[in-house]
């Protein structure tokens, strides 16, 4: 029911700043997270508001990254500071309620030079 679309990735340098975008075309999503996936690495976890309001973040991005919900609702944001090479990924968001989840859209990608 509920279609995704990221959007804002490009190449920066070390310690720039990308703000990602996630559209929502749909309705029914009590939470939003954001996920990446590295070339020959397996897809994780990053950063998710869930139904209460609380947000939280992986380790390796907490107090670089930020989660900001748009207004109006309907759209979201990653807001990356301070970016590393390790951050470079194909970064894609997520969002469900209960039993049901959005597919994945097509993501948006992510480049990080030294």
């Known amino acids: 029911q509920v279609h995704l679309g990221e959007s804002g990735g490009g190449s920066v340098q070390a310690g720039g700043s990308l703000r990602l975008s996630c559209t929502m075309s749909?309705?029914?999503?009590?939470?939003m997270s954001w996920y990446r996936q590295a070339p020959g690495k397996e897809r994780e976890f990053v950063s998710e508001?869930?139904?209460?309001?609380?947000?939280t973040y992986r380790a390796s991005v907490e107090g670089r990254f930020t989660f900001q919900l748009g207004n109006p609702p309907n759209i979201f944001y990653l807001q990356m500071n301070s970016l590393e090479p390790e951050d470079t990924a194909m970064y894609y968001c997520?969002?469900?309620?209960?039993?049901?989840?959005?597919?994945w859209g097509q993501g948006t990608l992510v480049i990080v030079s030294s």
């Open positions: 749909g309705y029914g999503c009590t939470y």
């Open positions: 997520k969002c469900g309620s209960g039993t049901y989840q959005a597919n």
């Open positions: 508001l869930d139904r209460n309001g609380r947000t």
